[in-house]
């Protein structure tokens, strides 16, 4: 059980043992909040000795009385409004003159609720219990605020060192270039040209992806829903891999028997399968082949299947994240961004639906996108 | 160049890299052996002594370049080690400011951010490895 810690400042010494005996051994379930609470309570006899307590040491919750001897509860919310940094707690006013002016008086300096005297052992329970909801709330969401910063910083490391790297390298052949000792010799004229070219090729497709990726999280751009066929998609994305196919002598088919309509953003279907022909292409051995699949219907099944490289079961548990790229022997020389998988699998829970992978080592891996064929409106948010 | 070739070990898990640094290290007449990582530097040095090795820092393992340079300097003659780093001052990981105080504790002997101008490498090189 965890233990907020209540300071309650009221000049009648027999109000705050009946509020003491009324909190110290209640305990609070809440919904939505993991955990019991219990409450300790700790007195001060006058607003100036609360003050003291609270800058000493700032409890949870304040039960503030508003007519007190020398400085009143309501100067006393005054100066706490004024600190800096804010105070964390919540301060619940106790008064015995209930009247709308106090309230609004109270609550515009900051008092989050109101007791009017005399209050029954539940009323200040309720009370009690409300405040400490709103707290707890109020605390997780920090929380979650902060650590999202601090998502949002890893992620934009990462985000430079992948573009650096390939910026690195082509500014190191360009030294090269420049170099009267190698930049005369035709061989790494040639190959410092190819090498730069794929390099700036792969910092292109980054940046895609990032777009893609940060358009579909923020929700920012407008999803049009039109009806369209799919298989007129997939053969689309196959006609933007086939150079890149044929070159490696890799066979790409799609067997769509019937017709698969679905209302859906074009440009998100068009990215799914980029993304996924793509990897199915790059993974490839040569001479392999590439099958799409597609499955009409209510829910719209697209299935990507190569004769590639393959994976583990533990590399494809971590396949979907962002910025992972399984390094092995294998894909060593496979340049990637790492976040073409985490597309796919944004757009598919956009699309109310998953994506699953199954894969075995040197055979092949099988992409299954299962989608619902006319799609949700509402932007999904991820919970992440 | 007098005497013997020279023998540099080059370690990064960037071809592109390893390519440059063959192409400019063996146009200044140096011998070039290259590995794309910890474990494959590892075996290449099982029965290779390289006279000196341009390290990257942070490989597939964050530390990988800091205990192959452990390794080098253990090694009877100790190797000279030029270790390379494209830790960005972004990350908060400047290791190239802190080169003069901190390359003692590192065990290495200089260190270069990516990317290596030819003329700043073929300095160090001179350097470590005089005629």
């Given at each position: 059980m965890e233990t907020l810690r209540v300071l309650m400042v009221e000049d009648e010494a027999a109000m705050r043992a009946a509020v003491s005996r009324a909190l110290s051994r209640y305990t609070l379930r809440l919904p939505d909040i993991e955990g019991e609470y219990g409450f300790a309570i700790e007195e001060a006899g006058s607003a100036e000795e609360g003050l003291a307590r609270i800058e000493a040491s700032p409890p949870d919750i304040v039960l503030l009385d508003h007519k007190l001897p020398g400085m009143s509860g309501v100067e006393l919310l005054?100066?706490?409004?004024?600190?800096?940094?804010?105070?964390?707690?919540?301060?619940?006013?106790?008064?015995?003159?209930?009247?709308?002016?106090?309230?609004?008086?109270?609550?515009?300096?900051?008092?989050?609720?109101?007791?009017?005297?005399?209050?029954?052992?539940?009323?200040?329970?309720?009370?009690?219990?409300?405040?400490t909801r709103h707290l707890l709330l109020t605390r997780e969401t920090r929380r979650l605020a902060q650590e999202k910063?601090?998502?949002?910083?890893?992620?934009?490391?990462?985000?430079?060192?992948?573009?650096?790297?390939?910026?690195?390298?082509?500014?190191?052949?360009?030294?090269?270039?420049?170099?009267?000792?190698?930049?005369?010799?035709?061989?790494?004229?040639?190959?410092a040209v190819d090498r730069s070219l794929v390099r700036i090729g792969g910092m292109r497709k980054l940046i895609t992806d990032l777009l893609d990726l940060t358009r579909i999280e923020s929700g920012q751009k407008r999803r049009e829903l039109v009806p369209l066929e799919l298989a007129d998609v997939a053969r689309a994305a196959i006609e933007s891999v086939q150079p890149e196919a044929e070159r490696r002598g890799i066979a790409v088919t799609l067997h769509a028997p019937e017709p698969v309509p679905m209302v859906a953003d074009r440009a998100e279907m068009e990215i799914?399968?980029?993304?996924?022909?793509?990897?199915?292409?790059?993974?490839?051995?040569?001479?392999?082949?590439?099958?799409?699949r597609l499955t009409g219907g209510e829910r719209v099944r697209i299935e990507v299947a190569d004769t590639g490289i393959g994976m583990t079961p533990e590399e494809t548990a971590r396949l979907f994240h962002e910025f992972v790229r399984i390094k092995n022997e294998k894909t060593r020389n496979i340049p990637g961004s790492g976040l073409g998988l985490s597309v796919v699998r944004k757009l598919a829970h956009l699309n109310g639906g998953e994506v699953t992978v199954e894969s075995s080592p040197g055979v092949g891996s099988t992409f299954t996108v299962e989608i619902a064929a006319h799609s949700p409106e509402a932007q999904e948010t991820e919970p992440e | 160049m007098s005497g013997a070739q020279k023998t540099i070990l080059v370690v990064d898990d960037d071809e592109d890299f390893r390519e440059q640094m063959s192409l400019q290290l063996e146009a200044a007449g140096y011998n070039v052996v290259t590995a794309d990582g910890e474990e494959a530097a590892r075996r290449t040095l099982e029965d290779l002594n390289p006279d000196l090795a341009v390290i990257d820092l942070m490989m597939e393992h964050v530390d990988g370049g800091f205990t192959l340079a452990y390794r080098l300097k253990k090694r009877q003659p100790p190797v000279p080690v030029i270790m390379i780093t494209a830790v960005a001052s972004e990350t908060g990981l400047d290791f190239a400011s802190a080169a003069a105080s901190e390359s003692g504790w590192m065990r290495v002997d200089a260190l270069l951010s990516k990317p290596v101008r030819p003329e700043q490498l073929r300095r160090e090189i001179a350097r470590l490895l005089p005629e």
């Open positions: 005054g100066i706490l409004a004024e600190k800096q940094p804010p105070v964390s707690f919540l301060t619940v006013m106790m008064t015995a003159y209930a009247t709308l002016e106090n309230a609004v008086v109270a609550t515009k300096r900051g008092a989050y609720d109101f007791l009017a005297k005399p209050f029954t052992p539940d009323e200040l329970r309720s009370v009690v219990s409300k405040t910063r601090q998502v949002r910083f890893q992620l934009l490391s990462v985000i430079v060192h992948e573009l650096k790297a390939p910026l690195a390298a082509i500014e190191g052949y360009l030294y090269l270039l420049q170099d009267p000792g190698t930049g005369s010799d035709p061989a790494v004229y040639k190959k799914l399968f980029n993304n996924l022909l793509t990897n199915a292409v790059k993974y490839n051995r040569d001479g392999g082949t590439v099958t799409v | -």
